[in-house]
């Protein structure tokens, strides 16, 4: 048995013809719909001291590792935003670490020599886009990172 298309197309057209549309279906519809939850993710106020120094929590990661972040999370204790700030810096710097050690041992097997161009690549690129972000006023969250340390009570 063989349908051809415009059969078919003919048979969808006789059935949506069928059934007429109500004209206040977009209301019916909306009224029956559960209400949606609504997130809001407020961003504190912050200063131009505080964001000068979560960028540079993000951006002295390129050069020192996680020696700048750590430092910074320590000193501005007290200060929320740039303290999460350079938590999540330290936290991304640390994974990189990590990558860069693993990057080290399989240069024995010649892999390694990608695995740092690709560990510096994604630490410079995500370093400048955290510092862009968080410079704006708005927290940044880094997409490979694995948190270690985590918020201190």
């Known amino acids: 048995m063989k349908i051809e298309q415009s059969d078919t197309a003919v048979g969808v057209r006789a059935l949506v013809e069928q059934q007429p549309i109500p004209e206040d279906s977009n209301e019916q519809s909306v009224e029956k719909m559960p209400p949606r939850r609504v997130i809001h993710s407020e961003e504190p106020e912050t200063n131009s001291d505080q964001r000068m120094i979560a960028m540079l929590a993000h951006l002295l990661g390129i050069v020192s590792g996680p020696i700048a972040a750590l430092v910074i999370m320590l000193v501005?204790?007290?200060?929320?935003?740039?303290?999460?700030?350079?938590?999540?810096?330290?936290?991304?710097?640390?994974?990189?670490?990590?990558?860069?050690?693993?990057?080290?041992?399989?240069?024995?097997?010649?892999?390694?020599?990608?695995?740092?161009?690709?560990?510096?690549?994604?630490?410079?690129?995500?370093?400048?886009?955290?510092?862009?972000?968080?410079?704006?006023?708005?927290?940044?969250?880094?997409?490979?990172?694995?948190?270690?340390?985590?918020?201190?009570?």
């Open 76 to 153: 501005k204790k007290g200060d929320d935003w740039v303290e999460g700030e350079a938590r999540e810096a330290l936290n991304f710097q640390i994974t990189i670490l990590l990558i860069q050690i693993c990057g080290v041992i399989l240069t024995i097997v010649l892999v390694g020599i990608l695995v740092l161009v690709a560990a510096a690549v994604l630490n410079v690129i995500f370093c400048v886009i955290a510092a862009a972000t968080v410079h704006s006023g708005k927290s940044y969250r880094y997409p490979l990172a694995i948190r270690l340390i985590q918020h201190s009570v």
